[in-house]
């Protein structure tokens, strides 16, 4: 959290949250004026973290069910999105991007912990997380190592107008270049 800056009073979204580990901790730094967004694609898993939220009583975080493909986060709201270890899970990486984009204050940045390591060994390579972004219109801020996470911290932000779905260009597996045919 310091290392991205979060502070009093944000609004951050926690995709991926599961049981909650960063949820409340990052609901204890933006103190009561800042609001935390955890949404998980699991029903139970968000239930049991909503249940969680409600017996800590954390009236400043929201707890939502996403899809696979697109975070259903409202428009304009974000500061940070943080991602922990789930990048390598997300299916469809451009549709979630691309869904992800109108949520993200004009300042705000994508935040992505993941392990350095190809997508099948759970992780993702940094060229590949860079390139799939850069598909979708983000901008690279900074990449660091954390090797207490097990790779690496990478911040994104959103640039320029959004994409249109069919021009957005796969990335090829190692990540170094889009593929030369648009997506469907």
């Given amino acids: 959290m310091n290392r991205v800056g979060i502070q009093k009073g944000m609004t951050i979204a926690d995709i991926g ?20 967004l955890a949404e998980d694609i699991v029903p139970a898993v968000r239930d049991a973290l909503a249940t969680r939220v409600a017996r800590e009583r954390l009236d400043n975080v929201s707890v939502r069910l996403g899809d696979p493909d697109d975070p259903k986060l409202p428009p304009d709201s974000f500061d940070r999105v943080l991602m922990v270890h789930m990048y390598h899970e997300i299916e469809k990486p451009y549709h979630f991007l691309w869904n992800m984009r109108p949520a993200m204050r004009p300042e705000g940045e994508v935040v992505v912990v993941d392990a350095d390591r190809p997508v099948a060994q759970h992780g993702t390579p940094p060229g590949l997380l860079q390139c799939e972004f850069a598909a979708v219109g983000y901008r690279m801020l900074r990449i660091e190592s954390m090797p207490s996470a097990g790779g690496y911290l990478a911040v994104f932000r959103a640039e320029g107008p959004r994409p249109e779905p069919s021009d957005i260009m796969p990335c090829t597996d190692q990540g170094a270049s889009p593929a030369p045919t648009p997506s469907p």
């Avoid at 909650?20 to 901790?25: L, M, V």
């Fill in 17 to 36: 949250a599961g049981e909650g580990y960063y949820t409340i901790r990052l609901a204890q730094r933006v103190g009561p004026e800042g609001r935390v």
